[in-house]
């Protein structure tokens, strides 16, 4: 089963991008055939059942929430209709989550941000919106070229919780994805899990840290 990629923080100016809302949560992944339906689910790194005591529950609110309505895209669309198999791709998550640490009284959701079509790869961001844009996924923060007024923008956000991830596309090629934190958020990681934990975000590289 396709794991989603590690997104990193590096930024290309001048792109045309879609930004999406970062949610604060924990990656879990949900896979379709045609021939099976829903069959697969997993966390980033680990298969999983309804069974799971920390990560089951994700499973009964994505087939709840999302199951048949991705199901009647998949077999009714055009651009699906042929494909053999799709991932899921979302966000486990409730109001007091953070930085992957989830609260136990909280009523958790699920929100997908991402889906890969066999054999194709992730579904282009502007695809993502126009068809599956009806179903609940992260809200679309900006849409156009990516400039250092809209990265500062963010970083400096008091309304974003965790920040954006940055998806562009061109014809022929893959979707590629960058991620810009908020300081706020980085420095409850840095405050509330430490030193350490602010360097594994950006893979120990001090310099990209903005705060």
Known sequence: MKQYPKILH?????????????IDGSNVRF???????????????????DEDPLFGESIDIF??????????????????????SFI?????????????QHDDNDDMDVVIFDI???????????????NFGHLNIPQVIYQGYLTGEFIESVRKSTVLKEGVVIK?????????????????????????LGEKALLEEFNGDIKMITI
């Open 10 to 22: 590096e930024l290309d100016n001048d792109n045309y991008c879609y930004a999406f809302d970062k």
């Open 116 to 130: 890969n079509q066999y054999k194709k790869g992730f579904i282009p961001p502007g695809d993502f919106i126009k």
């Open 88 to 100: 899921a791709f979302g966000e486990f998550f409730g109001e007091n989550s953070f930085a992957g």
């Open 31 to 49: 896979e379709w055939s045609k021939k099976r339906g829903w069959y697969k689910f997993g966390t980033r790194r680990t298969m999983i059942s």
């Open 168 to 192: 562009g596309y061109q014809k022929g090629n893959e979707v590629w994805m960058s991620k810009i934190k908020t300081n706020r958020w980085l420095m409850d990681v840095r405050e509330k």
């Open 63 to 84: 087939m709840n929430k999302y199951s048949e309505d991705l199901n009647r895209v998949f077999r009714d669309n055009k651009l699906y209709r042929n494909t053999d």
